[in-house]
């Protein structure tokens, strides 16, 4: 215990934030009804975790993820919380780093006793926290991409976005299909771009997809022009960049930089589906291709269909609190959030974390704005490429791919 407080003094040291939101107005309707002109006592909140990267290089990912567990928070507890009990959410930074996510993992479960954990946001974040949510038999319902959280199964962890050995083998194929065949690859040193520069490795050669040069860069970096100067000598169609950071507008800028005519393309992932990116790389992301869900052009899931108005009344209500549509991330954490409070209201309130991890496992045809979510005792992701459609960007903004 001292260890983890210990732990805990250094984050706050270091500058993580500990938010949490309790939010006004919302009970259920069961604690507001009067008798006699007074209130029933309050229900007990039930509090879930959330680990968000809120600074370091994944902000612009954590950002919308919080904002969208407020917006989720409140919309579930207008509508009377889960078996009367209204939720209340407990946000940590984890400032992008895997040690923080433990600290912070730490907290909730033993000083704040949540019941379930969202997150982390990253890949590497996920990995650290799952030895001590186990050994607390708090489960986990984690943000990030990196197919080795649930490829590499732990009963108690979940995940909400296509994992990367979805998305590559879907990418994949939409490169083939586009003729192209030799590629390179430029991958940070984080979980997530680790990850998905092996499960590519593992993928390419068998879909008839040559990889030429392979370079990294970390987190952090401010300039990838020798890699990419490696890059352009071995002749590729196209650069594969595996990075969710800041970092991704800096490889587009300096690829821009040394192929000004742009004959090399630019290729990402679902981690570069954001604002920040198109922002950040400027007249550098146009033509950047990558695949991702479908709440970035809501039109993709099929108007009239059950799938289109989950996704257009979350877009609706996101952009009437924050002026600005939903990203991926966004949606995220609405699917993180909702599993977790569908499972709740399943379960009970007051169940322990063995009958609510079942509860979570037993997930079935679940609509979220990543998918449609069916988990099994084998597959704690449930999501596949009918889930994915391609993107690209043109005029400051996403298009679907041709």
Known sequence: MHRAWKDMAAMAAAGALSITMVLSGCASPANQAATGGSAKPAVAPVKIGAILSLTGSYA?????????????????????????????VVVEDDATDAQKAVAAATKLIEKDRVVAIIGATGTGGTMAIRNEASRAGVPIVSMAGGSVITDTFDANTFQTPWPNRVVVAFTLKYLKANGITRIALLSDSSGYGKDGHDVTVKQAAAAGVAIV??????????????QLTKIKAAGPQAVWLWNAGKEAATAAKNLRQIDPSATIRLVGAPGNGRMEFITGAGDAAEGFTFAAGKILLPATYGAGTEEYKVATSFVDRFKTAYGVAPDIFAGHAYDALTIVAEALKKAGPGADGAKLRTA???????????????????????????????????????????
């Open 360 to 402: 979570i496992e037993g997930t079935k045809g679940l609509i979220g704005i990543g998918g449609t979510f069916t988990y099994s005792p084998t597959d704690h992701n449930g999501l596949s490429e009918k889930d994915l459609v391609v993107y690209r960007v043109s005029k400051g903004t996403w298009e679907l791919a041709k």
């Open 213 to 226: 040069a392979d370079e990294t860069f970390n987190p952090g970096d401010t300039d990838m022009t020798a």
């Open 60 to 88: 612009g990912l954590g950002a919308p993820e919080k904002r969208a567990i407020e917006l989720e928070v409140k919309r579930i507890n207008d509508a009377g919380g889960v078996g009367g009990a209204p939720i209340e």
